[in-house]
Every structure is written in C-alpha cells, then in structure tokens.
C-alpha cells in the first residue's frame, strides 16, 4: 500500500502540494505507515488562490507548516472506488 506522498505523486495533480510539504520539512513524517487521511487540494485549487499566495507560505514555514497540517487527519478514512 502507497502512502500518502506516493500517492499524490502518482496522481500527478498534486505537485504544489508535494513541494509546500516539502518546503514544511513533513515528507518524513507522511511517509511513515500512518495511517493517515489527506483532504488535499490539488494543483487547481492552489491556481485559484490569489497570486502569490504559496509563495508567501512557503516563506513562512510555521504558516506553511499548519496550512498542511490542516488537511492532514490521524487515522484512515473510508473512499469510494
């Protein structure tokens, strides 16, 4: 079973996620076994912010930090196949 970085890789639509989780220092920690359940938004949705907007978190690591934080829950969740 992929965890949750790998998964947002394969899918391809989320690199700005994968670079702002990066840039939070959290690869290591999503890698683990977890479980762990990510509401995350993908590359469209990063476009719909306002320019200039990830740059800014990305900046400001603490910010950043509980911005990913947010959409990341302990535990697993049920999906629809």
């Known amino acids: 079973m992929k965890n949750i970085v790998e998964t947002a890789i394969d899918a391809r639509s989320f690199k700005i996620l994968i ?3 990066q840039a939070a220092e959290l690869i290591d920690m999503l890698s683990s076994s977890g479980p762990f359940t990510a509401f995350a938004p993908n590359d469209d949705a ?4 306002p320019p200039g907007t990830v740059d800014t978190l990305v900046d400001h ?3 950043l930090t509980a911005f990913v934080a947010y959409h990341i829950v302990p535990g ?3 999906q629809l196949t």
Do not use: I, P, R
């Open 19 to 21: 670079t702002a989780v």
């Open 46 to 49: 990063f476009l719909m912010l």
């Open 61 to 63: 690591k603490e910010d």
């Open 76 to 78: 697993k969740s049920w």
